[in-house]
């Protein structure tokens, strides 16, 4: 019959195996410190960072005009609303 829907029975499915989960306190040899020490690290190489005195890259002495075609129209829509009755229920 169309439209009805077929009556389902409550079927108890079978439990599955539950998976095996490792649970390793260290892993790899040898215990490392999760941080660098401040000890080890060491201080950056200026207090001033100065360019160099000649650019890695050559300059590309190519130039191009950028000719945009079209026109733009650009609408600003000032909008002013004013403030409505707000519901005792919504006040802090």
Avoid: H, W
């Amino acid at each position: 019959m169309a439209g009805s829907n077929p009556v389902r029975l409550l079927v108890k499915l079978p439990v599955p195996v539950p998976s095996v989960v490792i649970v390793l306190v260290i892993v790899g040899a040898v215990v490392v410190a999760q941080q660098t020490p401040l000890a080890v690290t060491a201080p950056p190489p200026s207090a001033v960072i100065v360019p160099p005195e000649a650019a890695v890259v050559n300059v590309i002495a190519v130039t191009a005009v950028v000719v945009r075609v079209g026109t733009t129209i650009a609408v600003v829509v000032n909008v002013t609303s004013a403030p409505y009755a707000v519901p005792a229920l919504l006040v802090a």
